[in-house]
T-cell receptor, first 110, second 113 residues
Framework: GQQVMQIPQYQHVQEGEDFTTYCNSS?????IQWYKQRPGGHPVFLIQ?????EVKKQKRLTFQFGEAKKNSSLHITATQTTDVGTYFC??????????FGTGTRLQVTL | NAGVTQTPKFQVLKTGQSMTLQCAQD?????MYWYRQDPGMGLRLIYY???????DKGEVPNGYNVSRLNKREFSLRLESAAPSQTSVYFC????????????FGPGTRLTVT
């Protein structure tokens, strides 16, 4: 079956450093979504990628979908304490259901 | 516009007790979902309703039942709670199935002792 690995599980950076999380699949994905969950909060949709090689930017966040549509990344430039949280990738699998990765927890310290 | 609302926010149950988690959305979305979130496990789909009048099992449906009461409301019932059901439960909704962004409620933190 389709399997998606999200790495790393956890990353601790100092404010101002960059951060990247990766979502890797063993099979081709039709699309990929990214969500952010603040500590104690609920997941909030960030973006969806559907095209091979697609790159989208939101301020300091850059999202990429691989050429083979088997991997995706979220890169944050110059992290801030407001970036703290868990970042999840999610993809549409069988029966049009969304399946979430296990998430990357980001901790940012001053 | 409240978005997705869930009640209760917190609940403590004893093993064997039953309860219903309520969810409502005011965005006129067709699809609704119930997830559970355990530490290190991400979000796992329990049940979903692609449209009013339909429900389907997700990845972890055992021990749960659902009702899509109308287009706005989707409830999750635990008939006989077990400690393994201690988790945070999130309801979500979307315009349609996969490929559409999902909007999540604030969650219900359930502890079963």
């Amino acid at each position: 079956g389709q399997q998606v690995m999200q790495i790393p599980q956890y990353q601790h950076v100092q404010e101002g450093e960059d951060f990247t999380t990766y979502c890797n699949s063993s099979t081709t994905l039709s699309n990929i979504q990214w969500y952010k969950q603040r500590p104690g909060g609920h997941p909030v949709f960030l973006i969806q990628l559907v095209k091979s090689g697609e790159v989208k930017k939101q301020k300091r966040l850059t999202f990429q979908f691989g050429e083979a549509k088997k991997n995706s990344s979220l890169h944050i430039t110059a992290t801030q304490t407001t970036d703290v949280g868990t970042y999840f990738c999610a993809y549409t699998g069988t029966a049009s259901k969304l399946t979430f990765g296990t998430g990357t927890r980001l901790q940012v310290t001053l | 516009n409240a978005g997705v609302t869930q009640t209760p926010k917190f609940q403590v149950l004893k093993t064997g007790q039953s309860m219903t988690l309520q969810c409502a959305q005011d965005m006129n979305h067709n699809s609704m979902y119930w997830y559970r979130q355990d530490p290190g496990m991400g979000l796992r789909l329990i049940y979903y309703s692609a449209s009013e009048g339909t429900t389907d099992k997700g990845e972890v449906p055992n021990g749960y039942n659902v009702s899509r009461l109308n287009k706005r409301e989707f409830s999750l019932r635990l008939e006989s709670a077990a400690p393994s059901q201690t988790s945070v439960y999130f309801c979500a909704s979307s315009v349609g199935g996969g490929g559409y962004e999902q909007y999540f409620g604030p969650g219900t933190r359930l502890t079963v002792t």
